[in-house]
């Protein structure tokens, strides 16, 4: 979950850079689906940003250890993400 969280800080950074806007939906998009989605299309979703093929090797790998996750925890990971995706959007 720690590295779940970290990666979405970095994105919503990354993706929000100036103030008062909504926060950008695709860094949403990708960690949903990489919580939830099936392998086949997460890997969809990760070639919209046309990284390099180690990166998304990489990122499919560390999909593999995000699926042992239980669903009932990666469910928590996105309701909270939602929520804090929902608290940028009011305050920010």
Do not use: W
């Not at 993706?15 to 949903?32: D, F, G, R, S």
């Not at 299309?41 to 250890?65: G, H, I, R, S």
């Not at 699926?67 to 009932?72: C, G, M, V, Y």
Request: glycine share 2%; hydrophobic share 50%.
């Amino acid at each position: 979950m720690r590295l779940s969280l970290s990666v979405l800080l970095v994105t919503l950074g990354l993706c929000c850079y100036e103030a008062k806007q909504n926060v950008c939906p695709a860094p949403v998009v990708h960690l949903e689906a990489f919580t939830l989605a099936p392998k086949f299309f997460y890997e969809d979703v990760v070639q919209m940003f046309n990284p390099p093929e180690a990166l998304v090797q990489l990122a499919m790998a560390m999909k593999t250890c995000t699926d042992q996750i239980p669903l009932a925890k990666r469910l928590k990971i996105i309701v909270t993400m939602r929520n804090l995706q929902s608290f940028l959007n009011k305050y920010f």
